[in-house]
């Protein structure tokens, strides 16, 4: 069954750390993997992934992709209490779209 | 503010109604997708309409239906509403055309759906 899943599912990290949530994947027909941002509202996008070993950055975040492993990293570097949210990863193949369960992330001053 | 409008964003109706729930693309997008945020299945992707045209198909009941109109706009329709149909529903919209994007998707801010 194709799945895509999340870890870890949840961490608690002061303000300054670095943090790196983790998405993998078990699907045929890969096409892109997205991340996501969602507070207490509607998901916001933060990254499209469709080549290996390509960083995406913006600003203190990064993102890469490794397709031979199947699986993608969001790096979110001098975490600030904003951070905190829902990060959701979501995985398009064929004409289908999973997402993945989420990685609560909470950022403590 | 992405751009996507929904109405209404709170609805609360009893087990075995029907609902409406409408959506507004970002000007210039022609693909509207629809998803359910609930708190035991995440978030789902229920069905994608490019141009009036039914695009893709995700995990949407059979009591779930969706059309988008002529003016893009597109409307979620929910029957026989059950208990676990409670939920977030999120429209978003994307310029691309074939599948689930892989061009950004810009979502609305959500309805929330209870049935008791």
């Known amino acids: 069954e194709d799945k895509v899943v999340q870890s870890p599912l949840s961490l608690v990290v002061h303000e300054g750390d670095t943090v790196t949530l983790n998405c993998s994947y078990e699907?045929?027909?890969?096409?892109?993997l997205l991340w996501y941002k969602q507070e207490k509202k509607a998901p916001t996008f933060l990254f499209m992934l469709?080549?290996?070993?390509i960083e995406k950055k913006s600003g203190r975040l990064s993102s890469i992709l490794d397709k031979k492993e199947l699986f993608s990293i969001l790096n979110i570097t001098a975490t600030q209490t904003g951070d905190s949210a829902v990060y959701l990863c979501?995985?398009?193949?064929?004409?289908?779209?999973?997402f993945g369960a989420g990685t609560i992330l909470r950022v403590k001053s | 503010d992405s751009g996507v409008t929904q109405t209404p964003k709170h609805l609360i109706t009893a087990t075995g109604q029907r609902v409406t729930l409408r959506c507004s693309p970002r000007?210039?997008?022609?693909?509207v997708y629809w998803y359910q945020q609930s708190l035991d299945q995440g978030l789902q992707f229920l069905i994608q309409?490019?141009?009036?045209?039914?695009?893709a198909k995700g995990n949407i009941l059979e009591r779930f239906s969706a059309q988008q109109f002529p003016d893009l706009h597109s409307e979620l329709n929910l029957s026989s509403l059950e208990l676990g149909d409670s939920a977030l529903y999120f429209c978003?919209?994307?310029?691309?055309?074939?599948?689930?994007?892989?061009?950004?998707?810009?979502f609305g801010p959500g309805t929330r759906l209870t049935v008791l």
């Open positions: 979501a995985v398009v193949y064929g004409n289908k779209l999973v």
């Open positions: 469709t080549s290996s070993g």
């Open positions: 699907v045929t027909n890969f096409r892109s």
């Open positions: 000007s210039g997008d022609l693909s």
């Open positions: 978003a919209s994307s310029a691309a055309v074939a599948g689930p994007s892989t061009d950004t998707q810009y």
């Open positions: 309409y490019y141009n009036g045209e039914e695009r």
